[in-house]
C-alpha cells in the first residue's frame, strides 16, 4: 500500500475564496471518507463514498461543502465562501469497503481562512 | 443522539508503567469498537477492532476490553515507553450506518522516561 495521499498538505485563503481539496486512496479501497477536525477535537464526520457514490453526508455539513469522487478513484472537497469557522484539518480516509473494518487515513489538508 | 466520551485531561505516566484509557459512550449500542492513535499533524493510525461480542482483544503490548452493560471501553498499554505518547481515539460505528465511524475527542497520553 502507498498510502493515502492528500494534496495540498496547507492551504491559507481569505474569507470568502473558494478552496478545493484532493485525496487519493489506497488503490483498490472502495470506500472513502472525509473527516474535519478543530484542535482538542476528535474528527468529525463529513460524508463518505462507496465506489462513486455518495451514501451520506452529515446533517452539520453546510451547503458551501461539496464532494466528489469520479470513476470511484481520486475525491476532490470543495469548500465555497470560506468563513474563518471552516478553519480546520480535512483528513480523508480509505477502507476495502467489504464490512467492518479500520479506516487509513491520510495526512490531511490543513486550512486556515483569514 | 449517539454520544463518545474520552477524558480530555491528558495522562501522565512514567515509563514502564501501564496506560489505561476510557472510552464511554451513550444512547446506543454500537456493533464494534476502534482504537487510533495520532500524533501531533498526523492522520490517526488504526490500532485495534474489537467487536460487541468480544469482551477482549489483545495485540502485542495493547489490550482492549469491550463492557456493553457499562457501555465502556477499556484502552491499555503494558509497559509503557516514551515513543507511546500520542492521542488516542475511540471510535463507533454510526447509529444509523455501521461504515461511518464517529470517533471521541481522544486522550492525550504523556510517558515520562
Known amino acids: 500500500d502507498t498510502g493515502v495521499s492528500q494534496d495540498p498538505r496547507h492551504k491559507i485563503t481569505k474569507r470568502g475564496q473558494n478552496v478545493t481539496f484532493r485525496c487519493d486512496p489506497i488503490?483498490?479501497?472502495?470506500?472513502l471518507y472525509w473527516y474535519r477536525q478543530t484542535l482538542g477535537q476528535g474528527p468529525e464526520f463529513l460524508t463518505y463514498f462507496q465506489n462513486e457514490a455518495q451514501l451520506e453526508k452529515s446533517r452539520l455539513l453546510s451547503d458551501r461543502f461539496s464532494a466528489e469522487r469520479p470513476k470511484g478513484s481520486f475525491s476532490t472537497l470543495e469548500i465555497q465562501r470560506t468563513e474563518q469557522g471552516d478553519s480546520a484539518m480535512y483528513l480523508c480516509?480509505?477502507?476495502?469497503?467489504?464490512?467492518?473494518?479500520?479506516?487509513?487515513f491520510g495526512s490531511g489538508t490543513q486550512l486556515s481562512v483569514l | 443522539s449517539q454520544k463518545i466520551e474520552q477524558n480530555s485531561e491528558a495522562l501522565n505516566i512514567q515509563e514502564g508503567k501501564t496506560a489505561t484509557l476510557t472510552c464511554n459512550y451513550t444512547n446506543y449500542s454500537p456493533a464494534y469498537l476502534q482504537w487510533y492513535r495520532q500524533d501531533p499533524g498526523r492522520g490517526p493510525v488504526f490500532l485495534l477492532l474489537i467487536r460487541e461480542n468480544e469482551k477482549e482483544k489483545r495485540k502485542e503490548r495493547l489490550k482492549v476490553t469491550f463492557d456493553t452493560t457499562l457501555k465502556q471501553s477499556l484502552f491499555h498499554i503494558t509497559a509503557s515507553q516514551p515513543a507511546d505518547s500520542a492521542t488516542y481515539l475511540c471510535a463507533l460505528d454510526g447509529v444509523d450506518s455501521s461504515y461511518k465511524l464517529i470517533f471521541g475527542s481522544g486522550t492525550r497520553l504523556l510517558v515520562r522516561p
Open positions: 488503490s483498490e479501497h472502495n470506500r
Open positions: 480516509a480509505s477502507a476495502r469497503g467489504t464490512g467492518l473494518e479500520k479506516l487509513f
